[in-house]
């Protein structure tokens, strides 16, 4: 009677160890409630309701897209953040997520793992997504002529709250640039390499729109500056610097400097030379002239070689999953530092991670201690556990509870041994 019972248990998966359907410990998800999310693009520093959060960390996980070629409208940008910093070495600390809209819809994200964005393709935009807000932004990035009238607003407009030094435009300088979602502008005067105010174009920084950029002279110091302003209200006028032999940046001088205009074009073609301008000064008490000329590189997005490429393995630094014992949730309202929490010791965590795949499931609990939760955490994902223990003769048993699940799990006698390898300054 009792094995015919015995099997009974087993056809419906009722006992994991008689070759039923085995529960699993470990089962890391998206912890919402771990994170902060703000808007970049707005004004205002309130942070977005927990389901922001859900729909950011789904993105960008499956597999990447290697290149974005068609015009887009680029939405809002919004930045995760882990509420509580668990490592100093944690990549997925912080996550940006840019919106996008093409002939498919995009999400780029950026994060520590690689200094590449990641491309993913998405279903539908999320609700808080507001189409108003959208940006144009082309292929590549567009260039032309500036006006006279708008040279002339910004010379008759008052910049002495913003910048020390007056602006005085050399006329018939601007030239209006709309820049495309990713890569970068180099700007040579001659043989010389210099910085262009729109140096570096990521996805986030879509939003500028299109930047009005003239040239600026200082007669007694002799120095020429780059004067930008966006349609999304950034602002500089800063000296224009050429990079030296020992490579350092430094303030070019040009003495009786001269301008020409000289642009055609009306795209940047990638890997193409396009002249802007003629410098014309003096130099070693002769009149020389240079070139200056813009070179567009189309940024690249991060696939999953160049991820893996980037990640250098350090056995010294941890890299998750990290194993927490806590008094109370990772919220960010307490410190993650002792006394509140304790961190498993050590970098490989192999072993801890095993205790916890072997526990089998149980129908009870222990008592909780000082430290009554415990949280894995690795990547964007991880688990909390309630944390208890039962004190017998010569062990202590160890117990976990899965609350989402109403499952509780307790760890084999090697298992608890080596839970408390991992945390010696619990008291068993």
């Known amino acids: 009677m009792m094995k015919r019972f015995l099997f009974t248990l087993c056809t419906v998966g009722i006992l994991s160890g008689c070759g039923g359907e085995e529960v699993e410990v470990v089962k890391l998800d998206h912890m919402p409630s771990q994170w902060d999310v703000r808007d970049m693009n707005s004004n205002s520093f309130t942070v977005g309701p927990e389901t922001w959060a859900s729909d950011l960390l789904n ?7 290697s290149q974005i070629n068609e015009d887009v409208t680029v939405y809002h940008t919004y930045v995760l953040n882990r509420k509580a910093m668990i490592s100093d070495y944690d990549a997925h600390a912080y996550k940006f997520v840019t919106y996008v809209e093409g002939d498919k819809n995009y999400a780029i994200c950026q994060d520590g793992s690689s200094p590449e964005p990641r491309v993913g393709l998405i279903k539908k935009f999320p609700s ?8 144009t932004v082309p292929s590549v990035p567009t260039i032309e002529i500036g006006t006279r009238e708008q040279e002339e607003s910004i010379m008759e407009s008052d910049y002495s709250a913003i910048f020390e030094v007056p ?15 990713n890569g970068y502008i180099d700007l040579n005067i001659g043989e010389d390499r210099a910085i262009f105010p729109v140096s ?9 729109g299109t930047v009005k950029i003239a040239l600026g002279y200082n007669e007694q110091s002799k120095e020429a500056y780059f004067f930008a302003e966006s349609e999304g209200g950034f602002t500089s006028y800063d000296p224009l610097v050429t990079m030296t032999e020992n490579d350092h940046w430094q303030t070019k001088r040009f003495e009786g400097l001269q301008v020409k205009r000289v642009l055609q074009e ?3 073609k990638p890997g193409v030379e396009t002249p802007i301008y003629t410098f014309s000064f003096i130099e070693d008490g002769e009149r020389v002239t240079a070139d200056v000329r813009l070179t567009y590189e189309a940024g690249k997005f991060a696939m999953d070689e160049s991820i893996e490429a980037d990640i250098e393995p350090n056995m010294n630094v941890p890299s998750g999953p990290f194993v927490f ?18 961190r498993a010791a ?3 965590m192999s072993d801890l991670m095993n205790a916890f795949e072997e526990a089998e499931p149980v129908d009870q609990t222990g008592e909780t201690g000082d430290y009554p939760l415990l949280t894995i955490i690795e990547g964007w994902k991880g688990q909390e556990f309630q944390l208890s223990f039962k004190k017998r003769s010569k062990k202590v048993d160890v117990y976990v509870t899965d609350e989402s699940r109403d499952q509780t799990f307790k760890l084999s006698s090697a298992g608890a041994e080596t839970f408390f390898s991992y945390f010696p300054d619990l008291d068993e």
């Open 128 to 135: 808080f997504i507001n189409a108003s807000n959208g940006v």
């Open 59 to 65: 993105t960008c996980t499956g597999a990447p897209i």
């Open 167 to 181: 602006i005085n435009l050399i006329e018939e300088t601007m030239i209006q640039v709309t820049p495309s979602l």
């Open 266 to 268: 009306d795209k940047l």
């Open 200 to 208: 570096r174009i990521e996805p986030y920084d879509a939003q500028m």
């Open 325 to 342: 014992v806590h008094k109370s949730p990772l919220n960010g309202e307490v410190s993650i530092h002792y006394p509140n929490v304790l």
């Open 346 to 348: 050590g970098t490989d």
